[in-house]
């Protein structure tokens, strides 16, 4: 019995075949995307004004629920910081820093165009507090504190943006309070966030707090 041979050019003949259908298949298996498709799913550039504003929007939503008041909270770390920041769930950006949040009402003693220095309940009267004004604010404080992590930008310089923005809304809402030098007596409202930077494990009682502010008000 003789063999057919199958001659070179069936050989290709049945490849082209092949890849025909495989194109085929792939072709209708595969969904086509417009332009506007490919623009939605496509990363996204790193706005640092943006993400400034997406924090401070959860910065003012979460942080009246989370504050303490700042009498306890000072009078806890200035004992034991380890402990406080366990107490009112500090958030840690580095070995030995620590985020509070806080609220008070307290009477303004000093205005200045830079900061007020008020006088809080509950706060011993060696410590002064400050709540600043403008070159004393430090959206860096408020970027840390809520959790916004360094991995989360693309290098150096725009993370260290999005604290710069986070201080632009703080400039924003302290002007809330009005003219400065009218708040010498006043009572004011504010919830912030207190950064404690401690070399040991308690704090000076003459050492200065410093409230960054996210809400102000009151001013009565």
Do not use: H
């Not at 290098?155 to 999005?162: E, I, K, M």
């Amino acid at each position: 019995m003789q063999l057919t041979q199958t001659s070179p050019a069936r050989f290709r003949l049945i490849a082209i075949a092949l890849v025909a259908v495989v194109a085929v298949l792939m072709v209708l298996n595969t969904k086509f995307l417009t332009p506007a498709e490919v623009a939605e799913i496509a990363p996204k550039p790193f706005d640092p004004a943006q993400t400034a504003a997406d924090l401070w929007s959860q910065a003012q939503s979460d942080l009246p629920g989370q504050a303490a008041p700042l009498g306890d909270v000072v009078t806890a770390f200035q004992k034991d910081v380890k402990g406080a920041a366990t107490q009112y769930k500090a958030v840690s950006p580095n070995e030995n820093a620590y985020d509070f949040p806080v609220k008070l009402t307290g009477t303004v003693v000093e205005a200045s165009p830079t900061a007020l220095k008020v006088q809080v309940p509950g706060v011993p009267v060696q410590t002064p507090v400050t709540v600043p004004l403008s070159t004393g604010l430090n959206g860096t404080v408020i970027r840390d504190a809520m959790g916004f992590k360094f991995a989360q930008a693309p290098g150096q310089t725009d993370f260290q943006y999005v604290g710069d923005e986070l201080k632009k809304l703080q400039t924003t809402e302290i002007q809330k309070l009005g003219d400065v030098a009218s708040l010498q007596g006043k009572q004011i409202d504010v919830t912030g966030v207190v950064s404690v930077l401690a070399t040991g494990n308690t704090v000076p009682l003459p050492k200065p707090v410093t409230v960054q502010p996210v809400l102000v008000g009151g001013a009565s």
